[in-house]
């Protein structure tokens, strides 16, 4: 049974950070695309970073609005992904969750690409 559970939200000021963490189990973590999402009230989900698996390369990618601020990695040793958050802006505020595909990810930013979903953590930046 594939589970993902997120820890390391909370609230901080804005410039402030935060290191977002994410554990799987149930399913080889070495071998499925990962990628972090968010959420704000009213908003549509976010594709924020992604780790996209293929033909055993490892390729990452990100959103425009959090480029050079996030940073997303991964330790296959304790099945966790990471997302540092660094200079944090009151727009970052939402819901964050991480999300594994089991299948072929074309558009890795993309919800459709994934199966499992985590339950989200919050985050809640103060101007």
């Known amino acids: 049974q594939v589970q993902l559970v997120e820890s390391g939200g909370g609230s901080v000021q804005a410039g402030g950070s935060l290191r977002l963490s994410c554990a799987a189990s149930g399913y080889t973590f070495s071998s499925h695309s990962m990628a972090w999402f968010r959420q704000a009230p009213g908003k549509e989900r976010e594709g924020v970073a992604s780790i996209l698996r293929r033909g055993g390369d490892t390729y990452l990618d990100y959103a425009d609005s959090v480029k050079g601020r996030f940073i997303v990695s991964q330790d296959n040793a304790k099945n966790t992904v990471y997302l540092q958050m660094n200079s944090l802006k009151p727009e970052d505020t939402a819901m964050y969750y991480c999300?594994?595909?089991?299948?072929?990810?074309?558009?890795?930013?993309?919800?459709?690409?994934?199966?499992?979903w985590g339950q989200g953590t919050q985050v809640t930046v103060s101007s």
């Open positions: 999300a594994a595909s089991m299948g072929y990810v074309v558009r890795p930013l993309s919800s459709a690409a994934y199966n499992y």
